[in-house]
Each structure stands twice: as C-alpha cells, then as structure tokens.
C-alpha cells in the first residue's frame, strides 16, 4: 500500500511538472537571494531614451542639404546592402557616409537610425598596428583600422558613428558637430600615418 502510494504521489509530481511553462523551474531555489546592505541605497530606475520620432531620424536629404549649406557639393547613391551613401570631397579627398537601419521608401529620404563618417586612404605599405593601437586608445569618436583591398594595396581607414533615432537631437545640428570633428580628425590621422 505504501509503494502504491508513492507511485501515485510521483506520478502527479510529474505531471505538475511537465505541466510548467518551458523554462520555468520546477524546483524552488535551494538559497534565496540576500536583501541588498542597508548601507548601500537602492539604484535609481533607468530612464527610458526619448522616444524615437522622424524628426530626430537622419535622411540623406539632411546631409546633404547641410554640406550644401556649409559651401560642399556631395553626391548620393546606394551602398552595397541597398541603403543610402552620400559621397563628397573634403580639402580634396574623398569621404562617405553609410547609413544604418533605414526605413522604406525614396532613397534620399529614407529615415535611418544612424550614419557613419568614412574617410580611407591606399598607403604603400600596411601602417604598424602599434600606430593605429596607439590612435585608438588616445583618440576619442574616430577610430582607426588597417585593410588590405581586393587589389592587394594596403589602406588606412578613420570612421565615426553617430546614432540619430532616439536622441531627440536635431540630425542637421548633430550632423555638422560631427562633421567638425572628423573634419579635424582626418587631418590629425593623415599626418599619424604619413599620407601626403
């Protein structure tokens, strides 16, 4: 009688337990979690980011529009995923700027979430990783890299990102403070790796 017993007690254990909601614990916690120190004050609860509307969402359109307004021409066509790249000179070379998680929609007016700042430079040979290390670690919002191009030329690369959804910035304003600092950047960089 007994046996029979535990067998029925087992059995509807295992059926509560099959019962229970994929990932969920069948067992309870051996130890429960400590309350936090008295002497440690509770964290304050994270604020959420402003909303992301289309006002504060970047469009080639924007880009352009601001280079135009600051005495630069720039062109636009698409990069190779499909989304937007506008494409310029700057003091005579050539940068891009990439966009990211674009809507739908007229090329040069699709809203995106965020942009990058891309200028590349084909140097003779491959610059010392300690220079480009070097860079990232004292430099801030443009980073540096080193590629080899199809053709097998070594290039110098410096970008910037800059996310615009979600800030409740102005992308024009935000895009000429960023365009200032790389404007700068480059120039600091070609001089690092030699590129006259």
């Given at each position: 009688m007994f046996r029979l017993a535990l067998i029925l007690a087992l059995a509807t254990f295992t059926q509560f337990a099959l019962?229970?909601?994929?990932?969920?614990?069948?067992?309870?916690?051996?130890?429960?979690?400590?309350?936090?120190?008295?002497?440690?004050?509770?964290?304050?609860?994270?604020?959420?980011?402003?909303?992301?509307?289309?006002?504060?969402?970047?469009?080639?359109?924007?880009?352009?529009?601001?280079l135009q307004a600051m005495g630069y021409s720039s062109t636009v066509d698409t990069d190779d995923s499909g989304d937007p790249r506008v494409n310029m000179k700057i003091d005579g070379y050539e940068w891009s700027i990439y966009f990211y998680d674009c809507a739908s929609g007229a090329r040069d007016d699709r809203q995106c979430v965020s942009y990058q700042f891309y200028s590349g430079y084909t140097v003779k040979q491959a610059v010392a990783p300690d220079v480009i290390n070097k860079w990232n670690t004292?430099?801030?919002?443009?980073?540096?890299?080193?590629y080899i191009q199809r053709s097998g030329s070594h290039s110098a690369r410096l970008e910037i990102d800059v996310r615009s959804a979600g800030t409740g910035a102005d992308p024009g304003r935000t895009f000429r403070a960023y365009f200032g600092i790389m404007k700068d950047k480059v120039v600091q960089f070609r001089d690092i790796i030699g590129f006259r």
């Open positions: 019962a229970a909601e994929p990932g969920e614990s069948t067992r309870p916690s051996t130890r429960p979690s400590p309350p936090p120190p008295a002497s440690q004050p509770s964290p304050p609860p994270a604020s959420a980011p402003p909303a992301s509307t289309s006002s504060d969402r970047i469009t080639a359109a924007i880009i352009v529009r601001e004292e430099q801030r919002y443009a980073k540096a890299y080193s």
